[in-house]
């Protein structure tokens, strides 16, 4: 017998061959686990930036330019990825990107609210111009201004359901508990992952 088909034969090549195809495969998978993280990081920055722009815009220009926003994070990638980043971040900058993320979800929430209570508001004005027509046509100017003096007053005296101040209290509060994330540590190190030059 050949010596080349004896080598080929061997257990000695087959092991190689093994060993290799083995190797090949480890190399594949380390490869898109750090390609996926690396992505993961990416859309992570994305959101993170695109919040602290209009984060910035909102601070500038006031919460009124949040009244045609809708939201500050379409999507939220940091609870479907942050396992990903254990190995990275120290408690203080998972803690600092965890409150980024929970203090926009809270902001979300009121300017829905906010959205809801402007188109309430609007109906309501509609409604209150015709029932203050229907109540002039009906009475006397005079009998109208003390009936209406007289029902702002038990108005007044009522519990709202839903306070209408409300969404802009807790935009505004959390507003003030927002830091900036991709200044610090924890940005840094995202641009690192997501092979992206400061």
């Known amino acids: ?24 495969a480890i190399y594949l998978y ?8 690396r992505d993961a990081a990416n859309i992570i920055l994305m959101e993170i930036r695109y919040a602290e722009k209009t984060i910035n815009d909102m601070k500038i220009n006031g919460v009124v330019i949040s009244l045609n926003m809708e939201s500050l994070l379409p999507s939220n990638s940091w609870f479907k990825y942050n396992h990903l980043f254990i190995k990275n971040f120290d408690r203080d900058e998972l803690d600092l990107v965890n409150n980024f993320y929970n203090q926009c ?7 829905i609210q906010l959205s809801v209570s402007k188109q309430i508001e609007q109906k309501s004005g509609f409604i209150q111009q015709g029932l203050i027509q229907i109540a002039k046509d009906a009475i006397s100017e005079a009998d109208y201004d003390n009936k209406v003096k007289n029902f702002l007053k038990i108005i007044e005296k009522e519990p709202y359901v839903f306070p209408p101040g409300a969404p802009i209290k807790t935009i505004k509060k959390g507003l003030s508990n927002l830091a900036t994330v991709t200044t610090t540590t924890v940005g840094s190190k995202l641009k690192r992952i997501a092979k992206i030059a400061n």
Request: hydrophobic share 50%.
């Open 105 to 111: 979800s809270i902001i979300d929430s009121a300017l």
């Open 30 to 37: 380390i490869k898109q686990k750090r390609d996926y993280k």
């Open 1 to 24: 017998m050949d010596k080349t088909f004896l080598f080929f034969n061997s257990n000695f090549f087959i092991a190689l061959i093994t060993l290799l195809v083995g190797s090949f």
